[in-house]
Every structure is written in structure tokens, then in C-alpha cells.
């Protein structure tokens, strides 16, 4: 079965610091992933993917992250937060083959604040 | 390009009242289709998925059904709402080819049950 773990429902940032945003996920089957972000009473937005190739992925709005098989992770990481980043991210396993293909299994998100 | 469109984007409904959602592809044919709820601080909750006409599958039981009466358009209804049943309700698309990667989300309508 797949799933996701989101540590930390709620961070917060100063303007210009490093964004982590980690997730962990579990898939019996090798994984493709995902960051979401969503603002206020609005639908999700894909920021990034990982499917296959190159473990370090480069989403919209200067974010990135890299998946690592030995940790089962997916952490989502910008060097230099700005105001505009405030929102909830959501991240994302499905599987790349068998039953259930392409089903998308989230984790409960986190809430990014960004201090000025 | 590919579009959805989810209406309406606001709701309040009466306890006991019936619901409808519908969500609309286009640009695509054959799409996955689903229906997620965010209920606040619960994260997001697959209700229904769809792998073509007539086909839904539940993931989990409650008030709510889902109809699929043409290959683009996805029907999200209750017979009589809860107060439970208030939330922010996403429909999303995924393509059938190129390895399903990622779903592709409407702008949500947010239902209060009063």
C-alpha cells in the first residue's frame, strides 16, 4: 500500500530563510512523487514531480527536491523563502504500475507562514 | 490545452436538502476522474474515483454517491446533506496515457451544511 507522512502540520519561515518541508513515503513498488501547493479556497497546483531520471527535481517558484530510495523521502526545499510562499503543501505517492495505477495518495499537509 | 471547470465555487445548503457538484474536463478524452474533500486540518480525502463511463469506485462509505454519465463529466451528490458533509470538495483529472503522473485539480467548491 502506499502512503505519505508529512512531519510538521505547521512551518514557519523568515522572510529569505531556507523552506524544508519534509515528506516520507511508503510504496511497494518504485514511486513517481509529488509536491502540490494550495492557497486559500483554491484548487491544488503541481509544483513538482519525481518519476524517474535525475533524483533532484526543479519545480515553479524556485522550489526543489530530491528523492532519496535509501530514506524513503521527498523533501521539499527553497534557499530563500518569500512572502509570497505562504500557503499549505501537500505531497503526493502513487505508483508506477499494478493495481491502483495512478491513484494519488496525499499527506495532510503542512502550512508554510513566511515572517516578514 | 486541458481545462476543468468544478461549479459552483460556493454552497449553503440545509440539513437534509439534496447536493449536486458537477466538474467537467476538456481538452482530454478517457480521463481519470476523482473526487477528494478537505475538511479543515483532516488533509485531503479521496471519495470517489472514476476509470471511465458508468465506473466509480468508493474509497469510502458515507452520504455521498458519484456518477460518471459521459467520459468528461463527474457528478458528486447526496439525496439529504449532513452537517458532516460540509467541506471543501476538489475534483481532479489524470491523464490514461503517458504513465499517469499527476492530477490536475479544479478550483474547489466549498459546501456549508447549516
Known amino acids: 500500500a502506499q502512503s505519505v507522512t508529512q512531519l510538521g502540520s505547521h512551518v514557519s519561515v523568515s522572510e529569505g530563510a531556507l523552506v524544508l518541508l519534509r515528506c516520507n513515503y511508503s510504496s511497494s513498488v518504485p514511486p513517481y512523487l509529488f509536491w502540490y501547493v494550495q492557497y486559500p479556497n483554491q484548487g491544488l497546483q503541481l509544483l513538482l514531480k519525481y518519476t524517474t531520471g535525475a533524483t533532484l527535481v526543479k519545480g515553479i517558484n524556485g522550489f526543489e527536491a530530491e528523492f532519496k530510495k535509501s530514506e524513503t523521502s521527498f523533501h521539499l526545499t527553497k534557499p530563500s523563502a518569500h512572502m509570497s510562499d505562504a500557503a499549505e503543501y501537500f505531497c503526493?505517492?502513487?505508483?508506477?504500475?499494478?493495481?491502483?495505477?495512478?491513484?494519488?495518495?496525499f499527506g495532510r499537509g503542512t502550512q508554510l507562514t513566511v515572517w516578514p | 490545452s486541458q481545462t476543468i471547470h468544478q461549479w459552483p465555487a460556493t454552497l449553503v445548503q440545509p440539513v437534509g436538502s439534496p447536493l449536486s457538484l458537477e466538474c467537467t474536463v476538456e481538452?482530454?478524452?478517457?480521463?481519470?476522474l476523482y473526487w477528494y474533500r478537505q475538511a479543515a486540518g483532516r488533509g485531503l480525502q479521496l471519495l470517489f474515483y472514476s476509470v471511465g463511463i458508468g465506473q466509480i469506485s468508493s474509497e469510502v462509505p458515507q452520504n455521498l454517491s458519484a456518477s460518471r454519465p459521459q467520459d468528461r463529466q463527474f457528478i458528486l451528490s447526496s439525496k439529504k446533506l449532513l452537517l458532516s458533509d460540509s467541506g471543501f470538495y476538489l475534483c481532479?483529472?489524470?491523464?490514461?496515457?503517458?504513465?499517469?503522473?499527476?492530477?490536475?485539480f479544479g478550483q474547489g467548491t466549498r459546501l456549508t451544511v447549516v
Open positions: 481532479a483529472w489524470q491523464s490514461r496515457t503517458g504513465g499517469h503522473t499527476e492530477a490536475f
Open positions: 503526493a505517492v502513487t505508483r508506477s504500475r499494478g493495481s491502483t495505477l495512478g491513484r494519488l495518495y
Open positions: 481538452g482530454t478524452s478517457n480521463p481519470n
